[in-house]
């Protein structure tokens, strides 16, 4: 049995797999920068109507829970939404609600891989008990520091301290190096987009529909490439950590490994199968799917880099602030912890005696009530 | 721990340091057969002697748990890109233990009584260990090199030694010997051949992992557990 190969030996060879990643982030960058330039390029007045159905902080949480279940991933929801930020048609205040949908909708596909072993009934317990105590984690940190963010404005207060610090105050700009390298290539789409004739709201939407596919694209790319490089050093990591390290250093490990990926949902996704196996437990991966949600906001503070928006910085800085609040507040103390754990168990225990209900559960809390939310709140 | 990440890799993949544990794996087997065996053929302290097969024993298992629990974070991570090698191991880490366990049963058979110190066909018994024991160390060797020529040639051998315990096994099912004479004997060579089966199963799964597409399985190459 030697002689054998990775999956990152096999293909491109490391150094070239890591010049593509660079090029990918540059293209993701480039995408992220003309739907910014896009929404610009748009009239006030459509601007206004165009996000006027999020100024409602309801609305706007599951406007940010659909648009992550649609794109499955928050990586490239929660850079949407700091393009638009950076774009100067949506505010902070009204986007905050939406990055916390974010963080929600993004727990939809490790439980949707959680399904698959739907037919075992040991092992899908296990399975969706992993899979949901993501989702119960965010639901709770959400039902609290969103009312606190609405009566307060606590995290966009951290968030604006932050960026204050960093040398930006809102509504300006900063010298950011990255917002140079990719104004060129924006400037070329735009020139070329009117060059078929198109001009204001048509450029505009065009510009946003074109960063839409090379941000999406981009980071389906960068996570899959990413993958390759890294499979060999998370598998390494994890059979070092998940045998005997504690929680802080699972929570550590987590962030390293989603940070690596640009993917929270490949952190999560990975400990299904293990928390199905049996060989981790819900207690052992829940940390680890906590520094995975502290480990996605990286993308986001990518793409504040590209828009040399202060406000931008600051939404995607709220990203990092809620998660890690989130988790100050819901995982030191045992009793608080084991809120998520039990309710995740019990959700499997319901699943596990009912298959519908599990299927019910995805379908409601992913998409039926998002989408109701959405109509009553616009 | 986390720092893990950050360490560059020794080279080997993660299933080339799995198929080097399992290489240790079948030297502890072989170590607590010889000692097992010893307990049964020399006469030494059993207690002694059963400490030491236990926690060999123990440690088998143990690596047992921790490479199927390596084989699945490797699925999970890299995916079903090289499942048949995947699945190749877990049954080999399996086997292994199963000799482990074959072990401990030739340590029970010691420890209720059983002495064959002065059998008068003691030499021959003392043969068939030792040449179980060589099979283990050379079933390792083949595991490390993945020396395929070798593990045809060692189940060749395997065969005719399984064919050679049953024909023992059989006449001792006709023998005119009391039965405290007889029992332990057969129980013992019962024991030896599901050793020896596992030994060509071993080498078996290290060499090919999975069997050939087209495989039909006649009974023939049944593997005793």
Avoid: C
């Avoid at chain 2, 060999?56 to 974070?73: H, K, P, S, W």
Wanted: glycine share 8%; net charge negative.
């Amino acid at each position: 049995m030697t002689g054998t190969t990775t999956a990152a030996d096999r293909g491109l060879p490391t150094w070239a797999r890591s010049v593509l990643v660079f090029a990918l982030i540059y293209i993701f960058l480039v995408g992220v920068s003309s739907l910014e330039s896009g929404i610009k390029v748009m009239g006030a007045d459509t601007q206004a109507n165009l996000f006027e159905s999020v100024n409602n902080p309801i609305a706007g949480l599951f406007v940010g829970i659909l648009g992550t279940v649609l794109v499955q991933s928050s990586s490239a929801s929660t850079s949407v939404v700091v393009g638009l930020v950076a774009s100067g048609a949506l505010g902070v205040d009204a986007a905050v609600p939406m990055i916390m949908g974010a963080n929600i909708g993004t727990t939809v596909t490790n439980t949707l891989v959680s399904l698959g072993s739907i037919r075992q009934s040991d092992e899908f317990k296990r399975a969706f008990a992993a899979a949901t105590v993501h989702d119960f984690f965010n639901l709770l940190a959400v039902t609290i520091l969103l009312p606190i963010e609405l009566l307060t404005g606590a995290l966009s207060s951290i968030a604006t301290s932050i960026t204050e610090a960093l040398g930006g105050s809102a509504g300006s700009e900063w010298k950011s190096p990255i917002k140079k390298w990719v104004k060129e290539p924006v400037g070329w789409l735009k020139d070329g987009l009117g060059e078929l004739g198109l001009e204001e709201n048509f450029l505009g939407t065009s510009m946003v529909l074109v960063g839409l596919v090379i941000v999406l694209a981009a980071l389906t790319f960068i996570t899959k490439n990413m993958k390759k490089l890294v499979a060999d050093r998370v598998e390494r990591s994890l059979n070092a950590v998940l045998g005997s390290g504690g929680g802080t250093v699972a929570m550590v490990l987590g962030l390293v490994i989603t940070v690596a990926v640009q993917s929270s949902s490949i952190t999560t996704s990975i400990m299904v199968p293990l928390a199905a196996a049996g060989v981790v437990t819900l207690r052992n991966i829940f940390p680890v799917t906590l520094g995975a949600n502290v480990g996605t906001t990286i993308t986001a503070l990518l793409a504040a880099l590209a828009s040399g928006s202060v406000d931008a910085l600051t939404i995607a800085l709220v990203h990092t602030t809620f998660n890690v609040i989130g988790i100050a507040l819901l995982y030191p103390m045992p009793r608080i912890r084991m809120i998520p754990l039990r309710a995740a168990e019990r959700m499997a225990d319901l699943a596990v005696e009912r298959h519908t209900m599990a299927v019910a559960y995805v379908i409601t809390l992913f998409i039926v009530i998002p989408l109701i939310g959405v109509a009553i709140f616009r | 721990m986390v720092m893990t990440f950050f360490r560059r890799g020794d080279g080997e993949n993660s299933l080339d340091q799995i198929t080097a544990r399992t290489v240790s794996m079948v030297s502890d087997a072989r170590h607590s057969f010889d000692l097992a065996s010893a307990a049964l053929l020399s006469g030494a302290d059993v207690e002694t002697i059963g400490q030491d097969v236990r926690q060999t024993d123990e440690r088998i298992n143990e690596a047992e748990q921790d490479l199927r629990g390596q084989l699945v974070v490797h699925v999970s991570v890299q995916g079903s890109s090289d499942i048949g090698e995947v699945l190749g191991l877990i049954l080999l880490i399996k086997k292994i233990e199963r000799i482990g366990d074959q072990n401990k049963n030739i340590l029970y058979l010691a420890e209720d009584g059983a002495d064959l110190s002065e059998a008068p066909d003691l030499e021959m018994l003392i043969g068939f260990r030792r040449t179980i024991s060589e099979m283990l160390g050379q079933a390792a060797d083949i595991i490390a090199a993945g020396d395929e020529d070798g593990a045809t040639e060692l189940r060749k051998r395997t065969n005719d030694l399984q064919v050679e315990l049953q024909d023992h096994i059989r006449e001792l099912m006709h023998s005119e010997e009391p039965g405290h004479k007889v029992v332990p004997r057969a129980i013992l060579y019962r024991y030896w051949k599901r050793i020896v089966a596992n030994i060509a199963g071993v080498v078996t799964t290290a060499t090919e992992p999975l069997q050939h597409q087209g495989y039909q399985d006649d009974g023939a190459t049944d593997i005793d557990d």
